[in-house]
């Protein structure tokens, strides 16, 4: 990339007098109904309005690096441009996905070189910034440092995880939240109405609106690129019939990420149920999980682990209904073997509970790291040779079999832990 960057005529970069532009006619109604002021947006509640923290950069100089973390159609480049008109900064937009680190760094140098010649500050967006590895998040860091650039990057990924430290301690990181059903029929009936949107082309009921709503799962530009199908398939415009809706919509794709943070909060979801044996909201969480496309065999160890660590004593053969479960569905396959892992989930959430060996295990474990490690008491050697018989391996040793009191009164910890107790003589049911 070079200094075509800064033409105005090049998309995606350049001195932009007006980022939040009305888009072109014919461009998509997605992008036609992108806001052009705080009071357009939908969703983000706990960020805009009176006196909360993205309305007062809204309302004022911007001052601190952002960092908009969020699922997509949440708003994060709507809002970047938004904070860019606001601010009054020379907006430069970028893509991690279609740029390299080397344009932006010849971004940030003009930008630094510019802010000594006018004082004027450039404001850079960077959707997708997580695609930029942590080594290369390093460039930016003097400049966001002396304040040459002011920094607004876009991701779907957990900063925690995906953006380097010194980054992330030089930008305030803002979480979008997806739109809620009801904000997401504010955003349909809008378009439906707007001239900027469909101008009343179509009609649709309540019930219509909703199941358009429900299938876009809080991305508005799902929504939105959804209700121009339902208007493509409406040749005629006015009511839309149910056919055409039903057309439109197809087969809802359910928003799910196996290796991101939807993976770790819908299985810690999973789980959570099961242990509080809610066994409805069980079935719901692992049905979100199948239809996301979730790794069966995943899904069947941690059941089986679930029948380990939560349910236990209380009834030990919830471990055997995980296994066979985890075996039913290697033998059946996708969907058939799905009722498997579903039958043993709820069989778990029925269940009794009990977390007893799991604590047992635990302490057991911490006395092993922070106590010295005695030898075995001779008594509970092995002794398969002679010499080891003459050097005491074995002897004293009770078989309780044979000697019931043995039980009581053989010892079998080491000296420094007896006494000491992992487990009740008899776990609760409930412990």
């Not at 036609?32 to 706990?46: D, I, K, N, T």
């Not at 344009?103 to 850079?124: N, S």
């Not at 904000?183 to 378009?191: C, H, K, P, R, S």
């Not at 101008?199 to 209700?227: K, M, P, W």
Request: net charge negative; with cysteine.
């Amino acid at each position: 990339m070079s200094a075509a960057l800064f033409d105005d005529s090049e998309p995606g970069g350049g001195d932009r007098e007006n980022p939040v532009a009305e888009a072109p006619a014919d461009a998509p109604l997605a992008e036609r109904m992108r806001p052009r002021q705080a009071g357009e947006v939908f969703g983000q509640s706990h960020l805009l309005g009176e006196g909360k923290l993205l309305q007062r950069v809204l309302d004022g100089e911007v001052r601190q690096s952002l960092l908009l973390w969020g699922p997509p159609g949440v708003g994060k480049t709507t809002l970047a441009r938004l904070v860019a008109d606001a601010s009054g900064a020379r907006f430069v937009p970028f893509s991690a996905v279609l740029s390299g680190i080397k344009e932006v760094r010849a971004v940030m140098g003009e930008a630094r070189d510019r802010r000594a010649r006018t004082g004027d500050r450039t404001l850079l967006f960077v959707d997708e910034i997580h695609r930029f590895n942590k080594a290369q998040q390093d460039a930016f860091l003097p400049f966001v440092e002396r304040g040459d650039v002011l920094l607004i990057g876009a991701t779907t990924e957990n900063p925690s995880f995906e953006l380097n430290a010194a980054l992330l301690s030089r930008c305030r990181v803002l979480v979008l939240e997806p739109l809620s059903s009801e904000e997401t029929v504010g955003l349909i009936e809008a378009a439906c109405l707007s001239e900027r949107g469909l101008a009343g082309r179509i009609e649709l009921d309540d019930e219509q609106v909703r199941r358009i709503a429900n299938a876009s799962d809080g991305d508005a530009r799902r929504a939105l690129t959804l209700l121009e199908t339902v208007a493509a398939v409406s040749l005629s415009g006015g009511k839309v019939d149910d056919d055409a809706l039903a057309e439109a919509l197809q087969r809802k794709s359910v928003r799910y990420d196996r290796s991101g943070d939807q993976h770790f909060d819908l299985v810690s979801a999973l789980h959570k149920s099961i242990r509080n044996s809610d066994h409805n909201a069980a079935v719901y969480w692992l049905a979100r999980m199948l239809e996301g496309g979730e790794d069966r065999r995943y899904l069947s160890r941690r059941l089986i682990r679930i029948a380990s660590e939560d349910i236990g004593l209380a009834d030990p053969f919830a471990l055997r209904v995980s296994l066979d479960a985890a075996e039913a569905f290697d033998r059946l396959g996708v969907p058939e073997g799905d009722l498997a892992l579903a039958q043993a989930a709820v069989y778990l959430a029925k269940a009794p509970k009990s977390h007893a060996v799991y604590k047992a295990l635990g302490a057991a474990r911490q006395d092993v790291q922070e106590t010295a490690s005695e030898p075995v008491p001779l008594h509970l050697r092995n002794a398969p040779t002679a010499l080891m018989k003459g050097l005491g391996h074995g002897q004293g040793y009770r078989y309780v079999h044979d000697d019931p009191k043995a039980r009581e009164e053989m010892k079998c910890m080491p000296p420094g832990l007896e006494g000491r107790k992992y487990l009740e003589d008899d776990p609760p049911a409930h412990s």
